[in-house]
């Protein structure tokens, strides 16, 4: 049977159908997991269509001085579709590089979005947009106690993870790769030890996603949830590409229960024959 | 006839003349701004929309105000 293609993007999006398995944060039981930022779409109305593809139920925002330019009408319009998916905010706190930026950028979040909710990033560099572990840690620990929920943006650091931990975070979300560079997942074995070395935690793969296969990866290596937004921004169909990322995350999360077969060094053969061609023999 | 005393603060990049003893509310309402609409920082601190009122202004101050946007 030849393989189709995706549906065009101008029709409306199919509707997805919902995971099986929740994944709970702070007590709210979410049917998709897969986040997706609102940034950098070509219009609203993509923006729209990708997040009813996408079927997320967590949506990231931000918050800007009001000198800079609008965005246009898309987060209002984006609030709506959300609403419509039972979809909830998650304000981050980007472009700040101290905890103390952090903390008062959250409570500006908090009180503009109605939510406790905040996606903590503290950048240490602005080359890789890596964030800064000690800064990170400080605010986690000063919002925690001030009542926020923090989803803390951080590397794959296992030591720096149980701090934020540690902090009060329900949740740590370590990156594959540098914000919008799109490379997938760059430290396998750091992110698989994060994996086995805290098994009951969330742990969502944050920042440098660039293909659905990447974010299959990731699920399959039994990460809870992704979050992404330039590998669908940027599309040349963000619609379509909402959709196919939506299909690997549930792919790669069913791929995850049913259980790897594990690598072998050599080949195996499948096919449950004797040890010699039966018609070759030498007999 | 003496002027009014007035201060003179900084609101995102440009200078502001308010009258002494101005609040943070009533930058607000000078900017035309609504108070759900945004939220404020002054010197770098955040004041909670319920604390404006009481928040006075003084010359050389720094306000930020902000507002929802998309982001990742």
């Known amino acids: 049977m030849p393989l189709t293609a995706h549906p065009p993007s101008t029709d409306r999006p199919a509707i997805v159908p919902k995971a099986t398995d929740p994944l709970l944060i702070d007590g709210v039981a979410l049917d998709s997991r897969f986040f997706l930022g609102t940034a950098g779409y070509p219009s ?17 925002v931000g918050l800007k001085r009001t000198l800079q330019a609008g ?11 959300g609403r419509e998916q039972g979809a909830r905010l998650l304000p981050n706190t980007a472009g700040c590089r101290s905890a103390r930026e952090a903390v008062q950028l959250a409570h500006m979040a908090r009180e ?7 996606k903590l990033e503290v950048i240490g560099d602005d080359h890789t947009l890596q ?12 919002l925690v106690r001030e009542g926020f929920v923090v989803f803390p943006y951080c590397t794959e650091d296992l030591i720096v993870g149980r701090r934020l931990l540690d902090a009060g975070c329900p949740l ?9 560079s799109g490379q997938g997942l760059l430290n396998l074995h750091g992110l698989r030890t994060l994996r086995e070395r805290l098994p009951d935690t969330v742990l969502v793969i944050d920042a440098g996603l660039g293909a659905p296969s990447q974010a299959a990866r990731a699920m399959e290596l039994g990460f809870d949830a992704v979050l992404l937004n330039s590998a669908v921004a940027q ?46 023999g030498d007999a | 006839m003496t002027a009014l005393p007035s201060i003179t603060v900084r609101l995102d990049d440009r200078t502001v003349a308010m009258p002494a003893g101005a609040t943070l509310a009533h930058l607000l309402e000078r900017e035309r701004r609504e108070a759900a609409a945004v939220a404020t920082a002054l010197n770098g ?13 003084n010359d050389g101050d720094v306000v930020l105000f902000f507002q929802p946007i998309v982001g990742g």
């Open chain 1, 44 to 60: 609203p109305a993509t923006l729209c269509d990708a997040i009813r593809a996408a079927g997320s139920q967590v949506l990231t």
């Open chain 1, 71 to 81: 965005d246009n009408g898309a987060l209002t319009q984006a609030f709506a579709v």
């Open chain 1, 112 to 118: 503009l979005y109605g939510t406790a909710w905040i």
């Open chain 1, 131 to 142: 964030p800064d572990p000690f800064e990170l840690v400080a605010a986690a620990t000063e």
């Open chain 1, 172 to 180: 740590l979300m370590p990156w594959g790769a540098p914000i919008g």
């Open chain 1, 235 to 280: 599309a040349g169909d963000p619609v379509a590409m909402a959709g196919a990322f939506g299909d690997a995350v549930r792919a790669g999360r069913r791929a995850f229960h049913a259980g790897l077969m594990a690598p072998q060094a050599f080949a195996v053969a499948s096919t449950p024959v004797s040890g010699h061609a039966f018609l070759l």
């Open chain 2, 45 to 57: 601190r955040f004041v909670p929309r319920d604390a404006r009122a009481d928040t006075a202004l």
